[in-house]
């Protein structure tokens, strides 16, 4: 267990619907990175967060957009889903943040979205 | 280009073998960090190691060490006596210090070697 809470573990909806998927990193940690696995792409770097604000972005679509709350758990949001989007979806999160600081970072068990 | 490149899409090894996993990687960076994770069929991404680019000896984790040859761009992972509950997906990643300009705090991620474990 890697201390890392992802929810829901499934998803299944259709396309053009929105959907949120939430991550509660593990104590202490202050960043969380989001990460999109798909049969086609393969384990991508979406969004990371630090402390609340956006500090990296990867190759999110326009169509995603994440948050971190005060209390430091955050939220990715899905909309007008395409077939394209299923895939595991992971939140991880790190202590630190920044050049040279190579925490590894731990992973929570994934949100298994399906688009149908 | 491709910044990981992990040649071996599956491999078969017989229990209690060492086995190397290759890895190499791309970056015009000075400072990066290379890390491997584990992923079972059960989907979670485990952590096995992790080396800095700057660290001069390989990262050894109990049966885990990291062969890292960094002329080569090199990173393979090499698993001693290695254990049935050793199959899954192998991925080798890196983070990027950006000192190029070009960097992120994310990883990016090879597309993973498949190890089975043959008793």
């Known amino acids: 267990d890697s201390g890392v809470t992802q929810t829901p573990k499934h998803l299944i909806t259709a396309t053009g619907q929105r959907v949120t998927l939430r991550c509660s990193p593990r104590?202490?940690?202050?960043?969380v990175y989001w990460y999109q696995q798909s049969l086609d792409q393969g384990l991508q770097f979406l969004i990371q967060y630090y402390n609340g604000e956006e500090r990296a972005k990867g190759n999110i679509l326009e169509r995603f957009s994440a948050q971190q709350f005060p209390d430091l758990h955050s939220e990715l949001n899905l909309s007008s889903l395409e077939l394209g989007d299923s895939a595991l979806y992971f939140c991880a999160s790190t202590q630190e943040s920044g050049s040279g600081s190579y925490n590894e970072q731990f992973f929570g068990p994934g949100t298994r979205l399906t688009v149908l | 280009a491709q910044k990981i490149t992990q040649t071996q899409p599956g491999m078969f090894v017989q229990e209690k073998e060492a086995v190397t996993l290759d890895c190499t990687y791309d970056?015009?960076?000075?400072?990066?960090?290379l890390f491997w994770y584990k992923q079972p069929s059960s989907g979670e991404m485990i952590f096995l190691i992790y080396?800095?680019?700057?660290?001069?000896q390989n990262a050894t984790e109990g049966r885990y060490s990291l062969n890292f040859q960094k002329a080569r761009k090199s990173a393979n992972l090499v698993i001693s006596a290695s254990q049935l509950g050793d199959s899954a997906m192998y991925f080798c990643?890196?983070?990027?210090?950006?000192?190029?300009?070009?960097?992120?705090?994310?990883?990016?991620f090879g597309k993973g070697t498949h190890l089975i474990i043959q008793p």
């Open positions: 990643a890196m983070r990027e210090d950006g000192d190029s300009g070009g960097g992120a705090d994310g990883l990016t």
């Open positions: 104590s202490g940690d202050l960043s």
């Open positions: 080396q800095g680019s700057y660290d001069e």
């Open positions: 970056t015009s960076d000075q400072s990066y960090g």
